[in-house]
């Protein structure tokens, strides 16, 4: 395969691996995280004051997939090192502060991290500082403390689990409506039939405190309007519903 040539076919890469890590399916977000977990060189990429991590011998492969870099029997981190320390003119070396972001980063997304790179090597790390971030998390608002690849996950995950729908439809068997559990808004009384069995499904786990195979229960989901699922998500930890309603002033 060919390796990046520019800094835009290294931005593209970027957005693919965010891609897979938070919209992709479960066996491209292991596959994703898998590399994220095990790499020995990262491009360090800054937006604002959040740092994350993309392992080269992903990124630095033009145009690549997961599919591709799965079927590519050549592809070895000297080949996407020399191609990415020339798009940005730098070699990569350790660095403990961002040591520190990556393990941090890894937490963040439910991942252990290994205590060294592959093969036991120290992990080394080009910085690339991005004048703004890409399109898909401009709408996300930074309301986690993990940063805006761990709330588009936590949003992709309520959004798209089974889970969630036996969440609902077990809370409407008990009560034979949504309605939210902090508040009491139901969505069906105030805008009709638009708003029937529309609730918000909040995880009370976050992703950064889950372990590595754990699965969701129904249990851990909490039904929420939208304004009580903002609050949800204003503090770390979380506050369970029942704080949440001794906090809200009635």
């Given amino acids: 395969m060919k390796t990046i040539t520019s800094e835009q076919e290294l931005t593209e890469n970027l957005i693919t691996l965010e891609y897979y890590l938070v919209n992709g399916n479960k066996n491209q977000s292991e ?9 020995t060189c990262f491009v360090a990429y800054q937006t604002e004051k959040e740092f994350r991590f993309a392992p080269s011998r992903f990124v630095g492969y033009l145009k690549n997939t997961l599919d591709k870099h799965d079927q590519n029997s050549t592809k070895h981190g000297s080949h996407t090192n020399q191609a990415i320390s020339k798009v940005l003119s730098n070699q990569p070396i350790p660095n403990k502060k961002l040591e520190s972001e990556y393990n941090r980063y890894c937490t963040n997304l439910g991942i252990s991290p290994n205590n060294k790179g592959a093969f036991g090597h120290e992990r080394k790390f080009w910085l690339l500082k991005l004048d703004s971030d890409f399109e898909q998390n401009l709408e ?9 690849i761990v709330e588009r996950k936590h949003k992709a995950r309520e959004r798209n689990s089974k889970v969630t729908q036996i969440a609902k439809s077990n809370f409407k068997t008990k009560h034979g409506r949504l309605f939210c559990e902090i508040c009491n808004f139901d969505f069906q009384e105030h805008y009709g039939e638009l708003g029937k069995d529309f609730i918000e499904a909040h995880h009370t786990i976050p992703v950064s405190e889950m372990k590595e195979g754990d699965t969701t229960r129904p249990e851990d989901i909490a039904l929420l309007c939208s304004n009580c699922h903002r609050m949800a998500h204003k503090k770390r930890p979380w506050l369970n519903i029942y704080k949440l309603k001794k906090l809200r002033k009635t």
Avoid: A, D
Wanted: hydrophobic share 30%; net charge positive; glycine share 22%.
């Fill in 31 to 39: 596959k994703t995280t898998s590399l994220v977990k095990g790499g």
């Fill in 140 to 148: 996300i608002i930074g309301e986690f403390p993990e940063g805006k």
